[in-house]
């Protein structure tokens, strides 16, 4: 039967890699100079998504939109912070923690209106990442509405919208600017590698050089 | 749920045909089961994950509760336990058939698909001869798709047997979850807390995969109890024989010793298949010793399963062109006797009431109109050509499928 068949063809593509646009991109990028791999040019291609750099096809796209790409082969590779894979839940290989991209998911409330235990109320919560305030609610063994919101998620105690929020923060500000104070800390979040299940055992050896070339250049990270 | 229109029916169709030839020329004989049964029986024989993912529901005649199949194995292990308790082994069986499952990342979002599965299952066939076997059989099945990439990834449970084991309750489900992802930093932070005699297999688990031979010996390296170095040791042997059972050229063999996945249902040799294309594995097995054993009948045993869906879509990716046999409209004086040796030639025949239209071709999925009367030959495209109005110099010019 194999008569039939045409004949293969073994084109050696580049490995597709899918980076987060916005301030990961930077740090990204800076992570892979150390490992000897320079994609400086996406920086000048202004408007252009797809990006041929030798070994590395890279797409720039949407934090959310990495793991989707991944998971589904359109892309090998990509870097995503731990809020968004914890959140998109899918079934990723992510082999290594890139120590870019820090900070927290907090639970915060009003400063000047905290929610007391005994007020006995259905709490309700805004947030950008519903799956992940569910988990944490959970293991709380709390009950309480998720408001589910794609941005400016502060408003939400202040308009009434919500008694808390679950967001991200780096310092804090932006909450302490809308009079909002940190309860609880629900995690910390870095970005990571994540490789596609099919491309690593397809593509293993490439990929398993990029890891270790991006594991080296994470040690010898400077200290933030 | 879906349907398939005659292009992808076709693709999913020849495909579980040329499966099903690789099988039956490898002696595996062909069996059919039901698509749903009792649920007590059918998940007597079903791993964790195919248990959460069954479609049950009342059968309203019986009141009694039924499974949508999410797995044909664990119907073959009932067959092989009660029908043919009595058969000499070792026993060659295939099939090919949809198997039904709940899935969806969350559950939200939670859907029924059905999966288009072919798949082998060898029984009393002990370790390594049966691993061997059947992973030669899985690489014929991959070969006969015509893919330019293609793996087979092979490991073992004892490893991984081995260390959820022995680690503290407490760690377990943080390791297993560490595992799945192959998160480095978090492995050897578990492995930190770990005893020194398990903090280094724990640390380097999430890392031994990649080509075969490197990777045994970076695993060998490692402090394992004896009967995971015989297990490693087996593993070795399996590949030694599987490279002289395999058709040549067999597709490139990968170990993965860390992969998490249905761990609780294999016993020994696990794989899976990958094809360029297919997001995630194509093909899956392993051995399941005790499985059988959960009908009656203790045997030993080892088959694989293809999603045939998957395999359809890394076709389509590599722009492999369908098998389907050529195919024309006959209109006018004697279009039928015309039509009839047509189909002699393998090629298919549609007689016409009215004139055929090009466009009407091109819905229709046919090579050409055969327009016997003006001795022409009508194209999807609209072009004409005179031809011979003979069965031979059609099928001829027509080529063959």
């Given at each position: 039967m194999s008569a039939a068949s045409p004949p293969l063809v073994t084109a050696a593509r580049p490995l597709v890699l899918?980076?987060?646009?916005?301030?990961?991109?930077?740090?990204?990028?800076?992570?892979?100079?150390?490992?000897?791999?320079?994609?400086?040019?996406?920086?000048?291609?202004?408007?252009?998504l797809v990006h041929d750099c030798g070994a590395l096809r890279v797409l720039v796209l949407r934090s959310s939109d990495v793991p989707v790409y991944v998971a589904h082969g359109a892309a090998d590779l990509g870097i995503a912070g731990s809020d968004v894979l914890d959140e998109e839940g899918l079934d990723l290989y992510?082999?290594?923690?890139?120590?870019?991209?820090?900070?927290?998911?907090?639970?915060?409330?009003?400063?000047?209106?905290?929610?007391?235990?005994?007020?006995?109320?259905?709490?309700?919560?805004?947030?950008?990442?519903?799956?992940?305030?569910?988990?944490?609610?959970a293991r709380k063994g709390i009950t309480a509405e998720v408001i589910a919101?794609?941005?400016?998620?502060?408003?939400?105690?202040?308009?009434?919208?919500?008694?808390?929020?679950?967001?991200?923060t780096q310092t804090g500000e932006t909450l302490?600017?809308?009079g909002l104070v940190e309860i609880d800390t629900v995690g910390q979040v870095s970005s990571r590698l994540v490789v596609g299940?099919?491309?690593l055992k397809l593509r293993g050896a490439e990929v398993g050089d990029l890891i270790h070339r991006l594991e080296a250049a994470v040690a010898a990270a400077p200290a933030a | 749920m879906r349907d398939f229109l005659p292009r992808a029916a076709a693709r999913r169709l020849s495909?579980?045909?040329?499966?099903?030839?690789?099988?039956?020329?490898?002696?595996?004989?062909?069996?059919?089961?039901?698509v749903f049964e009792c649920a007590d029986v059918l998940e007597r024989g079903l791993g964790g994950d195919a248990r959460a993912?069954?479609?049950?529901?009342?059968?309203?005649?019986?009141?009694?509760?039924?499974?949508?199949?999410?797995?044909?194995?664990?119907?073959?292990?009932?067959?092989?336990?009660?029908?043919?308790?009595?058969?000499?082994?070792?026993?060659?069986?295939?099939?090919e058939g949809a198997v039904y499952r709940l899935s969806g990342r969350l559950a939200d979002e939670m859907g029924q698909r059905e999966i288009l599965q072919a798949g082998v299952e060898l029984i009393d066939l002990a370790a390594p001869a049966g691993d061997a076997e059947v992973l030669a059989v899985a690489a014929a099945a991959l070969a006969s798709a015509s893919l330019a990439e293609t793996r087979l990834d092979i490991g073992h449970v004892a490893p991984l047997r081995y260390v959820l084991d022995h680690v503290p309750e407490a760690a377990r489900d943080d390791l297993q979850r560490a595992?799945?992802?192959?998160?480095?930093?978090?492995?050897?932070?578990?492995?930190?807390?770990?005893?020194?005699?398990?903090?280094?297999?724990?640390?380097?688990?999430?890392?031994?995969?990649?080509?075969?031979?490197?990777?045994?010996?970076?695993?060998?390296?490692?402090?394992?109890?004896?009967?995971?170095?015989?297990a490693l040791e087996q593993l070795r042997v399996v590949l030694h024989k599987f490279g002289e059972l395999a058709d040549p050229p067999a597709p490139e063999v990968t170990v993965d010793l860390g992969d998490v996945r249905g761990f609780d249902y294999y016993t020994g040799v696990r794989f899976a298949g990958y094809a360029g294309g297919a997001s995630d594995a194509v093909l899956r097995g392993g051995r399941y010793d005790s499985l059988i054993g959960r009908y009656g009948r203790p045997a030993k045993a080892t088959g694989f399963a293809i999603d045939v869906e998957g395999l359809a879509q890394a076709q389509r990716a590599a722009d492999q062109p369908l098998a389907i046999a050529r195919g024309v409209a006959v209109f006018g004086q004697g279009a039928p006797a015309l039509a009839r040796s047509l189909r002699s030639h393998a090629i298919r025949a549609v007689t016409c009431p009215e004139l055929p239209t090009a466009s009407w071709l091109g819905h229709a999925g046919l090579d050409a109109a055969v327009l016997v009367d003006r001795g022409e030959l009508l194209r999807p495209d609209g072009s004409t050509s005179v031809v011979a109005m003979t069965p031979e110099s059609l099928a001829t010019l027509l080529g063959g499928s």
């Open positions: 899918a980076l987060p646009k916005g301030r990961i991109l930077d740090e990204a990028l800076e992570v892979f100079a150390r490992a000897g791999l320079d994609l400086s040019s996406i920086k000048n291609n202004g408007r252009k992510e082999p290594l923690d890139l120590g870019i991209g820090q900070c927290r998911m907090i639970v915060a409330e009003r400063a000047d209106a905290p929610i007391d235990d005994r007020s006995q109320i259905h709490l309700r919560i805004a947030t950008k990442y519903p799956r992940t305030t569910r988990a944490y609610l919101l794609s941005g400016a998620i502060e408003l939400g105690p202040l308009t009434g919208l919500s008694d808390r929020i679950v967001d991200i302490k600017q809308n299940r099919a491309a | 495909l579980a045909a040329r499966l099903g030839r690789v099988f039956e020329t490898w002696g595996y004989a062909r069996i059919i089961t039901p993912a069954a479609i049950r529901f009342v059968e309203p005649g019986t009141g009694e509760v039924v499974a949508l199949r999410p797995d044909i194995t664990a119907q073959v292990a009932r067959l092989v336990a009660t029908r043919l308790a009595e058969h000499e082994g070792p026993v060659r069986l295939c099939y595992l799945a992802k192959k998160d480095r930093a978090r492995l050897r932070a578990i492995a930190g807390t770990l005893s020194p005699g398990l903090a280094p297999l724990v640390a380097e688990l999430g890392s031994l995969w990649g080509a075969a031979v490197p990777t045994l010996q970076r695993a060998a390296a490692l402090p394992w109890p004896d009967e995971v170095r015989g």
